[in-house]
């Protein structure tokens, strides 16, 4: 059992009636719930939070982290920013999901622009396994399909992958780094790529699986769990 914190800038889903018709709760809450239902403890928190709720005791008592940002990088604190990449380096599992690729945390933990070219088509992504004997992979059948994707594609600007999991192609005929994982300090890092907001991809089961097990990778070994009841710590607005 892990104890997870999902944070997502909480935007889409607030502005955009399509999104919200998708993720009513949030895109956090959908993957929150998935984790839990695989028995990890979860938590939740947005950006609009005080601290975005990312507390210097809110990380402590987290294990792994899943961040989710698309339209606000820049709205994230770098004081945050800061206490989140030291976390990692300290020992705390980071999931950077889909556009986070382009968030404050993971472009400094990377030390590199991590720009890529992109389409937003709809087209059909399939997921190779590259690294078939990965722990991310346990149980995972691929390729793994998504029916309805945003187009993302190489060159992805990167530095080279500790490990290299999951490669996309698309219809379209691009292709694209989607599982990929580093390490920063004592913290383990796996970007996945899969996940835009006008797509229900975090519905996708097999896409919860690939998270649920991502999370048992990243997880700290011998850190105690704070048991927790699918809490969400959102402040009331």
């Known amino acids: 059992m892990v104890a997870v914190t999902v944070w997502n800038e909480y935007v889409h889903e607030r502005e955009d009636d399509a999104v919200a018709e998708i993720y009513p709760d949030g895109i956090h809450e959908t993957i929150a719930d998935a984790l839990a239902e695989r028995g990890h403890e979860?938590?939740?928190?947005?950006?609009?939070?005080?601290?975005?709720?990312?507390t210097e005791s809110v990380?402590?008592?987290?294990?792994?982290?899943?961040?989710?940002?698309?339209?606000?990088?820049?709205?994230?604190?770098?004081?945050v920013v800061e206490r989140v990449c030291n976390a990692v380096n300290?020992?705390?599992?980071?999931?950077?999901?889909?556009?986070?690729?382009?968030?404050?945390?993971?472009?400094?933990l990377l030390g590199t622009p991590c720009t890529l070219n992109w389409r937003e088509a709809g087209e059909r992504e399939r997921l190779w396994a590259i690294d078939p004997d990965h722990a991310i992979l346990d149980g995972i059948e691929t390729p793994v399909v998504v029916p309805e994707a945003e187009t993302y594609g190489e060159p992805f600007g990167i530095p080279q992958p500790d490990e290299h999991v999951l490669s996309s192609w698309f219809e379209g005929g691009e292709v694209f780094r989607s599982g990929v994982c580093y390490r920063r300090g004592s913290g383990r890092i796996f970007y996945f790529r899969p996940g835009h907001e006008t797509y229900p991809i975090y519905h996708d089961e097999t896409i919860q699986d690939v998270l649920a097990n991502a999370v048992e990778w990243a997880a700290p070994t011998g850190r105690s769990v704070t048991q927790w009841d699918n809490v969400n710590v959102e402040a009331s607005e």
Request: overall charge negative.
């Open 59 to 79: 990380l402590d008592d987290t294990d792994v982290l899943l961040w989710w940002g698309h339209a606000a990088h820049d709205e994230v604190a770098d004081d």
């Open 42 to 54: 979860t938590r939740t928190a947005t950006l609009q939070e005080p601290e975005h709720g990312l």
């Open 90 to 108: 300290d020992g705390l599992g980071l999931l950077v999901l889909h556009s986070a690729h382009f968030s404050k945390p993971f472009r400094r």
